[in-house]
């Protein structure tokens, strides 16, 4: 059974930091890339990075470029995302699955979600 386990959310204020962490399981977590995604409210889950199974390449969202960082630790069937300079944007629940990608697009791997972790960037 495939399950994902976030957690690091908070509420932060505008440009400060805060790191998410994910624990996979049930599937060979090294063999796949992996992504984080978010999902504001009234809109719809977008993806923000993602990470190959040797971390060799990174994406990101244009709108986190620059200020967010994907890693993983295959080790621990863990993936993490270290945010910076957070704006009022960032807010929202941020999930982590496998994630695959076709045509140059990034799409989750698994129907199965995390119930997420909420972050809100607010003074």
């Known amino acids: 059974q495939v399950q994902f386990v976030e957690s690091g959310g908070a509420l932060v204020q505008p440009g400060g930091s805060l790191t998410l962490s994910c624990t996979a399981s049930?599937?060979?977590?090294?063999?796949?890339?992996m992504s984080w995604f978010r999902q504001a409210p009234e809109k719809e889950r977008e993806l923000v990075a993602a990470?190959?199974?040797?971390?060799?390449?990174?994406d990101y969202a244009y709108s986190v470029k620059g200020r967010f960082t994907i890693s993983r630790d295959n080790r621990k069937n863990a993936v993490y995302l270290q945010m910076n300079s957070l704006k009022p944007e960032d807010t929202a629940v941020y999930y982590c699955?496998?994630?695959?990608?076709?045509?140059?697009?990034?799409?989750?791997?698994?129907?199965?979600w995390g119930q997420g972790t909420q972050v809100t960037v607010s003074s």
């Open positions: 049930g599937f060979a977590f090294s063999s796949y890339s």
């Open positions: 990470i190959t199974m040797s971390s060799n390449t990174k």
């Open positions: 699955n496998a994630a695959s990608r076709v045509g140059g697009i990034w799409t989750a791997e698994y129907n199965a």
